[in-house]
């Protein structure tokens, strides 16, 4: 990579681009869990998280839900507009799992009702603790209208990525998106849309195809999210 590295995260570089404004967002190999307690290196993951994100973001694109995305730029490269991010994670839940059962003691696989959104504060030191909407307000995170357009935008996504994965026989169970604000105002999707930040699940058999496969030692992580990129029609490795 050419430009200065801006921000490293658990699973991504961005890196200043050529152009003002633009950023070279690069995946990682790396697989972590447990706020990075759990780490490994596994050779292709960022490959496969740079194309699977790319085709979200275009089919969301299409769908008219704005993100950050500009185009794919390289294998792990995707360029995309700077944001100002809001410190808040969006969690969209179809079927309880993770946290939430936890939380409430809920059975995994239970199927709500309606999808639920969840808002919490984004801090790896405190561990993304949930928050209430009075919380971003008063702590200045976010504001009751901010929130409302994001929670409005995840649903959108859901019902998107959702109808999408359906056909070609995946269960959307929950996902996490963040949101920033782009340099024209508007409040549009940042980050990735990846199998480490969702929950997918074969619909026939229930196999996980997600980061659970790491965070619980499953095994075959690498083949779960090409099944998941070769299901939706992605090839992989054929990018510019
Ligand atoms: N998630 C994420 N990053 C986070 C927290 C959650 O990508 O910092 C995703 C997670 O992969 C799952 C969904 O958001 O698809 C809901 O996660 P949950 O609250 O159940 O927490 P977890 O079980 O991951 O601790």
Not at 27 to 53: H, M, P, Q
Not at 102 to 128: I, M, N, Q, V
Not at 171 to 187: C, M, N, S, T, W
Request: aromatic content about 8%.
């Amino acid at each position: 990579m050419n430009g200065k590295l801006k921000y490293e995260g658990k699973g991504k570089r961005l890196f200043e681009s050529d152009v003002p404004g633009q950023l070279i967002q690069q995946f990682k190999d790396d697989a972590t869990a447990f706020d990075g307690v759990k780490r490994e290196r596994i050779a292709g993951k960022g490959e496969l998280n740079c194309a699977i994100s790319s085709f979200m973001f275009e089919r969301l694109q299409e769908a008219g839900v704005r993100s950050h995305f500009i185009r794919r730029e390289g294998p792990r490269e995707m360029r995309v507009w700077e944001l100002e991010m809001f410190p808040v994670e969006i969690v969209i839940r179809n079927i309880a799992a993770g946290s939430i059962c936890k939380r409430l003691g809920l059975t995994e696989g239970l199927r709500l009702a309606r999808p639920l959104s969840e808002l919490f504060y984004k801090s790896d030191a405190l561990h993304d603790p949930m928050i209430a909407v009075e919380h971003a307000e008063l702590f200045g995170w976010a504001t009751a209208d901010e929130i409302a357009t994001m929670r409005m935008l995840a649903l959108r996504v859901n019902e998107v990525l959702a109808g999408l994965l359906s056909g070609v026989g995946i269960q959307l169970v929950d996902f996490k998106l963040e949101f920033g604000r782009h340099p024209d105002g508007a409040i549009v999707l940042g980050d990735e849309i990846t199998p480490d930040g969702c929950r997918l699940w074969d619909a026939a058999t229930g196999r996980k195809l997600d980061k659970d496969v790491f965070r619980r030692d499953l095994g075959g992580l690498s083949e779960a999210y090409h099944e998941v990129a070769t299901r939706l029609g992605i090839s992989v490795g054929a990018s510019a």
